[in-house]
């Protein structure tokens, strides 16, 4: 089975991406069969019927009404309990009977990437399935130059994090489409300083320094524009995916 982990910061549009994706899937590989997961014990409602839905196992709401606790302490320990609970979720996961699994995830991208959640989860499922994740990168028009460059950076640091290969997808497209900063993304991670700072202010020498540091490791360097609302580039999003599931491909 083929599967895509969706990543992303806070309302990027994973959720949306999870539904509108495995939607596409199916009806581009009809017969095949696409199914959805959801990881994310923390959401009230999904715009998709899940084949897997941790709720079942553990939810936010549960816990904050037994152990007393806020939304993000719930979460917290939300993600705890599924680590604690992986052999089951994984076991989960793996006996679906599909040839496309898109799996949701938390909310709160750094409870899931930043604690062991993410790494224990990517490890025990890239025993049994074939696994890629997507980062869904955010932008709006007017973003400053700083704030993209740090969330192509957030992109290479998962991927470092994880230890699976990242694919970095650029959301929303229908609100910024035009404005090129795909090619920001990519000049970002290949490590290319040059002409990032033009006539879009000055970034700081810290930050260049990050950046050039990228060069020293291999990275991808398509970086796909997509409307998760609209469906638009899901093509390219899964040659990239096959190019990794199948590790035969050049990402150049
Ligand atoms: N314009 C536009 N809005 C989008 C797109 N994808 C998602 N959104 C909107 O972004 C908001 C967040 O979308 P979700 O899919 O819930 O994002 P998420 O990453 O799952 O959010 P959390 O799980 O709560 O972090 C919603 O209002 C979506 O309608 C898109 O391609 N274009
Ligand atoms: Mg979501």
Redesign the pocket.
């Known amino acids: 089975m083929d599967a895509a982990l969706v990543l992303?910061t806070?309302?990027?549009?994973?959720?949306?991406?999870t539904a509108s994706y495995s939607e596409w899937l199916r009806r581009r590989f009809m017969p095949l069969r696409s199914c959805t997961a959801n990881l994310?014990p923390g959401?009230l409602s999904l715009p998709y019927k899940p084949d897997y839905d941790v709720r079942e196992l553990i939810s936010v709401q549960d816990i904050m009404g037994k152990e007393i606790l806020g939304p993000n302490g719930a979460l917290v320990r939300a993600a705890e309990i599924m680590v604690a609970k992986m052999g089951e979720i994984v076991e989960s996961l793996c006996s679906l009977s599909c040839d496309h699994l898109v799996i949701?995830t938390?909310?709160q991208m750094e409870i899931f990437a930043f604690r062991p959640l993410g790494r224990v989860l990517c490890e025990r499922l890239s025993s049994c399935l074939n696994l890629a994740a997507v980062f869904?990168g955010d932008h709006e028009p007017g973003r400053e130059m700083e704030d993209i460059v740090t969330s192509a950076l957030l992109a290479k640091i998962l991927e470092l994090k994880l230890g699976v290969t990242v694919i970095p997808l650029l959301?929303?497209m229908?609100?910024w489409r035009g404005e090129g900063v795909e090619k920001v993304w990519e000049r970002v991670l290949r490590g290319e300083v040059d002409g990032l700072d033009a006539g879009e202010g000055t970034l700081s020498d810290a930050l260049l320094e990050l950046v050039r540091a990228v060069s020293s490791f291999k990275s991808p360097v398509r970086v796909v524009p997509i409307?998760?609302?609209?469906g638009i580039n899901y093509q390219e999003v899964f040659d990239l995916l096959s190019e990794v599931w199948c590790s035969c491909g050049d990402m150049t």
């Open positions: 992303g806070a309302g990027s549009g994973k959720t949306t991406f994310d959401v949701d938390p909310g869904l959301n929303k229908d609100i409307s998760a609302r609209e």
